[in-house]
C-alpha cells in the first residue's frame, strides 16, 4: 500500500495501490445492466460484448477540462497477454496495468496492478520475453521488472530516431513484430502547432535495426493506428480517412512502397529512404489513375467505404482462435472509432498482392475503439477511449470483451475475386434457390478522387450486373458472374436475397471488395 | 489556359518579386478581367456569360437594360485627385490597361494626346471638394500586413506575393487556373493615408462594392496600406505624400469637354452638366465590340471568348434571366464564388486554397469559408442580411474575413430564398427538455462538445454557436442536414447522430430521429438555459506531488524539448532531463509539475515547472561528443539512474536531492574515455565532491 503516482491526497489517492480488487471499479451494479442492455442490441446475436470496466465519466471527452472521472483512467491505448495470462494494458496518460483473473468470469477476482507509469501517450505495448515494448512518442521502450516486486524498474530505450516536434499528433504505433521478427513501428503525421513533417519520418512506417534505430520502410500513411501482422506473418496496418487518404484503408507494409499521403515524403530525401518518387506527383485524379501514374504506391489491399465500414480504422487483429471466435480464424478484424465497430475483413493474394472484402461485424460499444487484442481464451479484447474526438457509445472510455457464444453466425465467411466475377462462400449451408438467383445480389462499382482534400466521396459509380450465380455442390458457396468489372475499383455487393437452408436473412448482407486486380484464372 | 503560363516578375523598390499569378503581362492579356468570366466562362462562351460582361464592362451603363446583375460602376471621381498621385491618374487616362491589367475602364481618351489627358486631369481635379487629409498614420508595420493580406482574404482575388510563405508550403505557379485581379503599381498611385482611406471604406470610392469592404482596425488599415505599398520603414510619417495639384481652369474647361465627349459620366459618378444620355443598341455587333480605334468609341481589348459571349447575349438580350441565373451571376459579379462554393461550382480553387486558415482542429471546415448551396432556404429570410451587412458572423475561427458589399447585395437575400425553395418539411412539436438532453454531454449526443453555446466555449474543439440554432436555420434544411451532413459539405467533421435517418441514440425520445431534431431546434428556440453536461472545472487536481518516493513523468517542456524526462523528489527540488541529448536542462524548488494536460488534453502542450528558483544548465556546445540516450533504471527508492553512451562508452548519471539543492554523479569506464565536458547550471553554487575524477565524477549543487 503506497501511492504510485504521487497524486495529491484526495479522490484518487485510493487508487495509488499496487493491486486493486476489482470490486472497487466496477462501480455500480448498474453497470452490468447497462452492458447487457447494450449486447442486446449487438447486431450480431452469435457474439456477446461484455463489460470489463468503462468509465463512469461522461463522454464529453474533448473537454479542456475532461477528467477521467473515478477510478482508474483505463483509456485504452495498446494491449497485449504477458506469459502468465495477464492483459497488459497501457493508457493514454502514460501508465502500463496489468489485469488478472478477468478471463474467469468473477468480477471479484480481477485484480489490477501498476506496473509502469511517467511514460509519453503510449499508444502500443507488445510483451517481447520478460519484458514489455511500450511506445512512447519519442521511443519505443523496454520495460522489465528485474527484481520480481511486480513493478518496472528498468526504462531502456529500444527504439528512436524519428523526428518529435511537439504537435499533438505526432504519435507512434506500434511495436508490432511480423513473421520474420522485425519488430514494426508506424509514425503519424504532425498536425497542428509545432507541425513539421518535411523530415524525421513523419506518415511512415519502418522496422527497428539491431541497434535500436529506425529504419524507414513504407511512406504515405497519415494516421497509421494500427498494425497487426497476418497468419502468413506479413504485417498490415489500418490507417484513417483524411487529407489525401479517402476512406479507411488497409496496406500491407514492406519496402519502399508510398501510399497515399504525400505530406510527410519529404523525408525520402534523408539517408536510409528505401523510396524516390517522381517529382511530380498526382492530385485531384481518379485514384486508379493515380496508382497507375506512380510505379511505388500500391493500394491498399483493402478499403473500408466511409460509413459503410464505419468512418476511422484504429485497429486490427488477426483471429487465430482455433474455432473458439466462431470461423473466422485467419480474417483479421478492423476497429473503428467514431461509429465504435468493428468489421471483418478477408484477404486473398491475387497475383502475388493482397486483396479482399470487409465487411461489418459488430457495433454498440461503449466508447471509440482504439485497440483489439484477441485473449488467450479466444475471446476479443477491445479498449476504447474516445477523449479528444467523437465517437458513439456513452462512455469515455473503457475495456469491453467480445464473446462467441458457440451459435454459427449466418455470413459471408470469404468473397474471393474470380475472373469473370466473384465467389462466396457461406457460414452455413444456403438455400440453393435464393442463392442460385442472381437476382438475390446487386453490385455496383466505385473509386474515390485522390486528391489533398480530406476524404472523398464516391465517384465514377456503375452498376456491376450480376448475370448469373451458379451454386457449389456443397451448398456453400456460390459463384457470381459479373459484367463490367473495374480493377482498382471497390465492388459492393448487397446479397440481399440469399437466405440459409433453414431460412435466415444474412447478418450482414454487404460486403465491399476491393478489386485491385482481377485474376487471370 | 495553364499552357500560357510565364512567370512573371515584378520591380518593386529595387526588390525583385516574383509574382505566381500566371498571367500578367499584358501583351498575352490585354483584355479587361472579370474573374467569374475567365474561371466560368471563357472556355465555353454563352449568352450567360455574355450577359455577365454586359454588366460588369459597364455596357448597361452607356445602352441600358437591366441585366438583373448589380450594377457596375465606375469608381467615384469627385475627389480622385485627394486620392491618387496626379501623375498616376495621367499615366492611368493615357492608357488604363497599361497601367493597371485587367482593369475594366476602357481607352476612352484619344490615342497619343498628353494634353487630352492633361486637361481631363485638370477637369478631375477641379471637382475636389475635400482638402488632402493631413491625417497622419505613425507607426506601420510591412510584414504584419503582408501577414493580413495574405489571410484574411484578400488574395482569393488578388495574386499572392511569392516572397509570402503559407503554412502548407507556396502552391505552384503552374496550379493557377485563373488570373488574379492584378494591382497598380501602388506606390505610384497612393500615398500611404491616402491608402488608408480606400481600405478602411473602399464602398466609399466603389459603392458598387467590386471591391468589397472588410472590418479592420486601424492598425490592420495602416499596415494593409504599408505592405500595398512597399514602405518597409516603421514611422509612417515617413512615407510620401501625395503630391500638390494645382488646377489650371482653361485646361479643366477643355478636360470637362472631353469627360462629356467621352461619355464618362455613364459609369462614373459626375456633375450634371456632363451627364450621358443613354445610346440604345442597334445591332448586336460592331462598335466597341470589334476592338477597333474609332474616335469616340472607347476601347476594350475584348478577347474572343468575350466578344463571342457578348454577341450571344446581345442576340437574345431581350429575353429576362431566370431569378436562377441572376443569382448565379450576382455571386459570380461581386466574386463570392472566389470564397464560397454553391453547387459543386466555385469556391478556393487549389492554389488559393492554401492561403485560407483557420482552426486545424476543425479540418477543412475550419478553414475555408461556408459553400452557398441551398444557402436561400438553409438559413432564415432574417439571417442572410444579417450576414451581408455583417451583423452575424458564426465562424469566428476562419481567419478569411467574410467582406461586406453595401447596397449591391441588398436584393441578394430575397432572390436566392426564392431560387432555392422546395418543398418544406415541417418538424413535429419539439420537447424542450429532451433537446437539453440531446444537445448535452450527459447521456446526450455532446453537440456541446464540438459546439459552443452562446458564450459558453465548447469543451472540445471550438466549432460554432449553436444557440442561435432558431433563429439561423430552416428547419427543413435542418432536418436534411443533421441525417448526413456530409453530403452538404464533403469533409466535415460533423458526424451523422442519424446515420441513414436511424437515430443513434435510442434513449432519447425513442430514437424518433423527427423528434429528436425538433428537439434540439425546440431547445434552441426556447432560449431556456443551456445543454446539461457541462463538467465543473479541474484545476490542481493533477499536481504531482512526490511524497514516499520520486515521480518520473514524461512532457513536453518549454525550453527542455519534446523528450522531457521530469523527476520530481520529496524532497522538494526537482529536474527537467533532456532524454534526446540526455543531459539534465532545468532545476527548480517547491512545487513540481501539473500533469493535467500531459495526461489529458488532446493537444499536449509545452509545460512549465509549477515551483519557483528555476535554474538552467547552458545549452551543450556544439564541439561535444554526439551523445545516445539509452534510458534509465530505478532503483529500490525509484531514483532514475539515467544511462547513455558517449562515443560508445556507457556513462550513468544520477541525481539525488542535497541540502537545498541536488547532488549530481556521473560514471564511466575512465579506461575508455578520459573525461567527460560538464557543464553546471547558473544561479547555484557548484562544488565537486571530494574523490571525484574521471570515471567517476560527482558535484553538489546549492541554491544561491
Same mark, same amino acid.
Not at chain 1, 471483418?344 to 461503449?366: C, H, I, N, S
Not at chain 1, 442460385?436 to 472523398?456: D, K
Given at each position: 500500500?503506497?501511492?504510485?503516482t504521487?497524486?495529491?491526497p484526495?479522490?484518487?489517492?485510493r487508487?495509488g ?20 442492455a ?7 446475436s ?9 468509465a ?28 502468465d495470462?495477464?492483459?497488459a ?11 488478472d483473473?478477468m478471463?474467469g468470469?468473477?468480477?471479484d ?8 507509469s511517467?511514460?509519453?501517450?503510449p ?10 515494448l511500450?511506445?512512447?512518442r519519442?521511443e ?10 511486480g ?5 531502456l ?32 503525421? %504532425? ?13 511512415w512506417?519502418?522496422i ?16 497509421p ?9 506479413d504485417? &498490415? ?5 483524411g ?6 484503408p488497409i ?6 512502397? &508510398? ?16 523510396l ?6 498526382p ?5 486508379p489513375?493515380a ?7 500500391r ?7 466511409y =460509413?459503410?465500414?464505419?468512418?476511422s480504422?484504429?485497429?486490427l487483429?488477426v ?7 466462431g470461423? &473466422?480464424d @485467419? ?7 467514431? %461509429? ?11 497475383d ?35 477523449r479528444?474526438?467523437?465517437?458513439l457509445?456513452?462512455?469515455?472510455y ?21 475472373p469473370?466475377?466473384f ?7 444456403? %438455400?440453393?434457390?435464393a ?31 450480376i448475370?448469373?450465380?451458379t ?13 463490367g468489372?473495374?480493377?482498382?475499383f471497390?465492388?459492393?455487393?448487397h ?16 460486403a465491399?471488395? =476491393? ?7 | ?10 520591380g ?22 472579370i ?25 448597361a451603363?452607356?445602352?441600358g ?14 475627389d480622385?485627385t ?11 487616362l ?20 498628353p ?5 481631363v ?6 471637382l475636389?471638394k ?6 497622419q ?15 484574411? @482574404? ?7 506575393d511569392?516572397e509570402f ?14 488570373r ?27 459603392? %458598387? ?6 472590418t479592420?482596425?486601424?492598425?490592420d488599415?495602416a ?16 512615407? !510620401?505624400g501625395l ?8 485646361l479643366a474647361?477643355r ?8 461619355r464618362?459620366a455613364?459609369?462614373?459618378?459626375l ?7 443613354t ?5 448586336g455587333?460592331?462598335?466597341c465590340?470589334?476592338?477597333s480605334?474609332?474616335p469616340?468609341?472607347p ?20 429575353q429576362?434571366?431566370? !431569378? ?5 451571376l450576382t455571386?459570380e ?13 466555385g469556391?478556393p480553387d ?11 482542429n ?7 469559408p ?25 465562424r469566428?475561427y476562419?481567419?478569411t ?14 432572390l436566392?430564398?426564392k431560387?432555392?425553395v422546395k ?5 413535429p412539436p419539439g ?22 453555446w @452562446? ?6 474543439i ?11 436555420i430552416? !428547419? ?38 423527427a423528434?429528436?431534431?425538433a428537439?434540439?431546434?425546440e431547445f ?10 457541462y ?7 493533477f ?6 518516493? !520520486?515521480i ?7 525550453g527542455?524539448?519534446?523528450? =522531457? ?6 524532497e522538494?527540488v ?14 527548480w ?13 488532446r493537444?499536449?502542450p509545452f509545460?512549465?515547472?509549477?515551483g ?14 554526439p ?6 533504471r530505478l532503483d529500490?527508492k525509484r ?7 558517449v ?24 579506461a ?15 562544488a565537486e ?16
Amino acid at each position: 500500500m503506497r501511492p504510485v503516482t504521487g497524486l495529491k491526497p484526495g479522490a484518487n489517492e485510493r487508487f495509488g495501490m499496487r493491486a486493486i480488487s476489482f470490486r472497487k471499479f466496477f462501480f455500480t451494479a448498474l453497470g452490468c445492466t447497462f452492458f447487457f442492455a447494450f449486447s442486446a442490441i449487438a447486431a450480431d446475436s452469435a457474439y456477446e460484448i461484455l463489460n470489463l470496466l468503462t468509465a463512469n465519466s461522461p463522454s464529453a471527452s474533448r473537454s479542456a477540462d475532461w477528467k477521467p472521472g473515478e477510478g482508474i483512467a483505463l483509456e485504452v491505448s495498446g494491449m497485449d497477454f504477458t506469459a502468465d495470462g495477464k492483459l497488459a494494458v497501457a493508457v493514454r496518460k502514460g501508465e502500463v496495468w496489468l489485469i488478472d483473473g478477468m478471463l474467469g468470469g468473477s468480477p471479484d477476482k480481477v485484480t489490477y496492478k501498476l506496473f509502469a507509469s511517467g511514460l509519453h501517450e503510449p499508444l502500443g505495448v507488445l510483451r517481447d520475453g520478460d519484458s514489455l515494448l511500450v511506445s512512447q512518442r519519442t521511443e519505443v521502450t523496454r520495460l522489465r521488472d528485474t527484481d520480481g516486486d511486480g513493478v518496472a524498474d528498468e526504462y531502456l530505450t529500444t527504439a528512436r530516431g524519428w523526428n518529435v516536434s511537439g504537435a499533438y499528433h505526432g504519435y507512434t504505433y506500434g511495436p508490432k513484430r511480423d513473421g520474420q521478427g522485425n519488430l514494426w513501428v508506424a509514425l503519424n503525421l %504532425d498536425m497542428g502547432d509545432h507541425a513539421n513533417n518535411k523530415t524525421g519520418w513523419r506518415g511512415w512506417g519502418g522496422i527497428v535495426t539491431k541497434s535500436g534505430d529506425f529504419q524507414p520502410m513504407a511512406a504515405g500513411m497519415r494516421s497509421p493506428c494500427g498494425l497487426g501482422a497476418n497468419l502468413a506473418g506479413d504485417m &498490415f496496418c489500418v490507417d484513417q480517412q483524411g487529407t489525401w487518404i479517402m476512406a479507411t484503408p488497409i496496406y500491407h507494409l514492406r519496402r519502399g512502397v &508510398f501510399f497515399l499521403n504525400q505530406e510527410g515524403i519529404g523525408s525520402q530525401d534523408l539517408p536510409g529512404s528505401p523510396l524516390k518518387l517522381p517529382a511530380k506527383l498526382p492530385n485531384k485524379v481518379p485514384y486508379p489513375e493515380a496508382v497507375r501514374a506512380v510505379p511505388p504506391m500500391r493500394p491498399p489491399a483493402v478499403w473500408l467505404p466511409y =460509413t459503410k465500414m464505419g468512418r476511422s480504422g484504429t485497429d486490427l487483429a488477426v483471429c487465430n482462435a482455433g474455432g473458439k471466435f466462431g470461423p &473466422f480464424d @485467419g480474417q483479421m478484424f478492423v476497429a473503428e472509432f467514431t %461509429d465504435a465497430k468493428v468489421s471483418r475483413v478477408f484477404m486473398e493474394k491475387v497475383d502475388g498482392e493482397y486483396q479482399g472484402a470487409a465487411f461489418p461485424f459488430l457495433a454498440g460499444f461503449a466508447s471509440g475503439l482504439v485497440r483489439l487484442q484477441f485473449a488467450p481464451d479466444g475471446s476479443l479484447m477491445v479498449g476504447m477511449t474516445s477523449r479528444g474526438w467523437t465517437s458513439l457509445g456513452t462512455k469515455s472510455y473503457g475495456l469491453q470483451r467480445v464473446k462467441w457464444n458457440g451459435t454459427t453466425p449466418f455470413a459471408i465467411h470469404e468473397m474471393r475475386a474470380r475472373p469473370d466475377g466473384f465467389e462466396l462462400t457461406f457460414t452455413q449451408p444456403v %438455400d440453393a434457390k435464393a442463392a442460385g438467383n442472381p437476382e438475390s445480389y446487386s453490385m455496383s462499382s466505385y473509386t474515390y478522387l485522390y486528391s489533398s482534400a480530406y476524404g472523398s466521396d464516391e465517384i465514377e459509380t456503375k452498376p456491376v450486373k450480376i448475370v448469373s450465380a451458379t451454386m457449389a455442390k456443397d451448398g456453400r458457396s456460390v459463384r457470381l458472374k459479373a459484367e463490367g468489372l473495374r480493377e482498382l475499383f471497390v465492388h459492393e455487393l448487397h446479397a440481399d436475397g440469399v437466405r440459409s437452408a433453414s431460412g435466415a436473412k444474412l447478418d450482414h448482407a454487404l460486403a465491399c471488395y =476491393t478489386l485491385n486486380r482481377i485474376p487471370k484464372k | 489556359m495553364a499552357g500560357l503560363f510565364l512567370p512573371a516578375f515584378r520591380g518593386r523598390r529595387g526588390a525583385v518579386i516574383a509574382v505566381l499569378a500566371f498571367a500578367l503581362a499584358p501583351s498575352l492579356h490585354a483584355e479587361p478581367l472579370i474573374v467569374a468570366f475567365d474561371r466560368f466562362h471563357a472556355a465555353q462562351p454563352t449568352a450567360e456569360g455574355g450577359r455577365l460582361l454586359y454588366n460588369e464592362l459597364g455596357c448597361a451603363n452607356c445602352h441600358g437594360g437591366d441585366t438583373g446583375i448589380p450594377t457596375r460602376r465606375g469608381p467615384v471621381l469627385t475627389d480622385v485627385t485627394a486620392r491618387v498621385q496626379p501623375d498616376w491618374l495621367k499615366k492611368f487616362l493615357a492608357n488604363p490597361a497599361a497601367a493597371r491589367a485587367g482593369t475594366t475602364m476602357p481607352h476612352v481618351l484619344p490615342a497619343n494626346d498628353p494634353q487630352a489627358v492633361e486637361a481631363v486631369a485638370h477637369y478631375l481635379g477641379s471637382l475636389r471638394k475635400a482638402p488632402i487629409s493631413k491625417k497622419q498614420i505613425r507607426v506601420v508595420n510591412f510584414e504584419r500586413g503582408r501577414e493580413l493580406f495574405h489571410t484574411i @482574404g484578400c488574395v482569393a482575388c488578388h495574386e499572392p506575393d511569392a516572397e509570402f510563405q503559407p503554412p502548407e508550403g507556396k502552391p505552384a505557379a503552374t496550379d493557377f487556373t485563373h488570373r488574379s485581379v492584378a494591382h497598380a503599381k501602388l506606390d505610384e498611385k497612393y500615398a500611404l493615408t491616402s491608402l488608408a482611406d480606400f481600405l478602411r471604406d473602399p464602398l466609399k470610392v466603389r459603392p %458598387d462594392a467590386r471591391m468589397p469592404r472588410f472590418t479592420l482596425a486601424e492598425e490592420d488599415v495602416a499596415d494593409l496600406a504599408a505592405y500595398l505599398l512597399n514602405f518597409k520603414e516603421s514611422y509612417g510619417v515617413n512615407a !510620401p505624400g501625395l503630391k500638390a495639384f494645382k488646377v489650371d481652369p482653361a485646361l479643366a474647361a477643355r478636360g470637362r469637354a472631353l469627360v462629356t465627349a467621352a461619355r464618362c459620366a455613364a459609369c462614373h459618378d459626375l456633375p450634371k452638366d456632363v451627364a450621358a444620355k443613354t445610346m440604345p443598341l442597334k445591332g448586336g455587333s460592331g462598335g466597341c465590340l470589334e476592338n477597333s480605334s474609332v474616335p469616340g468609341l472607347p476601347r476594350y481589348e475584348l478577347s474572343a471568348p468575350q466578344q463571342d459571349a457578348l454577341k450571344l447575349f446581345l442576340a437574345q438580350r431581350n429575353q429576362p434571366a431566370t !431569378p436562377a441565373q441572376v443569382a448565379t451571376l450576382t455571386l459570380e459579379a461581386l466574386n463570392c464564388m472566389a470564397c464560397h462554393d454553391r453547387n459543386g461550382r466555385g469556391g478556393p480553387d487549389l492554389v488559393r486554397k492554401a492561403y485560407f486558415q483557420g482552426d486545424h482542429n476543425l479540418g477543412d471546415t475550419g478553414r475555408y469559408p461556408p459553400p452557398l448551396t441551398d444557402v436561400g432556404r438553409k438559413l432564415r429570410p432574417a439571417w442572410l442580411p444579417k450576414v451581408l451587412t455583417g451583423e452575424a458572423r458564426v465562424r469566428p475561427y476562419l481567419k478569411t474575413q467574410m467582406p461586406l458589399y453595401g447596397a449591391a447585395t441588398t436584393n441578394l437575400p430575397a432572390l436566392l430564398a426564392k431560387v432555392d425553395v422546395k418543398e418544406r418539411k415541417p418538424l413535429p412539436p419539439g420537447d424542450v427538455e429532451a433537446g437539453r438532453k440531446l444537445l448535452g454531454a450527459a447521456g446526450g449526443l455532446s453537440c456541446i462538445t464540438c459546439h459552443r453555446w @452562446g458564450a459558453r466555449p465548447s469543451l472540445g474543439i471550438q466549432g460554432f454557436d449553436l444557440s442561435n440554432l432558431y433563429q439561423r436555420i430552416q !428547419p427543413t434544411w435542418l432536418q436534411e442536414y443533421l441525417i448526413n451532413p456530409a453530403g452538404y459539405r464533403a469533409g466535415t467533421l460533423m458526424p451523422s447522430f442519424w446515420p441513414e435517418g436511424k437515430a443513434a441514440n435510442m434513449e432519447i425520445l425513442g430514437g424518433d430521429t423527427a423528434r429528436q431534431i425538433a428537439a434540439i431546434y425546440e431547445f434552441a428556440k426556447s432560449g431556456k438555459g443551456e445543454p446539461e453536461g457541462y463538467p465543473a472545472t479541474a484545476s490542481g487536481q493533477f499536481e504531482l506531488v512526490p511524497k514516499e518516493h !520520486p515521480i518520473v513523468q514524461r512532457t513536453f517542456m518549454e525550453g527542455v524539448g519534446t523528450h =522531457t524526462i521530469l523527476v520530481g523528489f520529496p524532497e522538494g527540488v526537482h529536474l527537467a532531463y533532456d532524454g534526446e541529448h540526455a543531459r539534465p536542462v532545468l532545476a527548480w524548488r517547491g512545487k513540481f509539475f501539473d500533469a493535467y494536460s500531459t495526461w489529458f488534453s488532446r493537444f499536449a502542450p509545452f509545460e512549465k515547472p509549477l515551483g519557483e528558483s528555476v535554474v538552467k544548465w547552458p545549452a551543450a556546445s556544439p564541439g561535444d561528443p554526439p551523445v545516445r540516450f539509452e534510458g534509465y533504471r530505478l532503483d529500490a527508492k525509484r531514483v532514475p539512474t539515467f544511462l547513455f553512451t558517449v562515443e560508445g562508452v556507457r556513462v550513468e548519471e544520477r541525481f539525488e536531492p542535497a541540502e537545498n539543492g541536488l547532488r549530481r554523479s556521473l560514471k564511466w569506464d575512465a579506461a575508455k574515455l578520459k573525461d567527460l565536458s560538464i557543464a553546471h547550471p547558473d544561479g547555484v553554487t557548484v562544488a565537486e565532491d571530494s574523490g571525484s575524477a574521471p570515471g567517476k565524477r560527482s558535484f553538489t549543487y546549492v541554491w544561491k
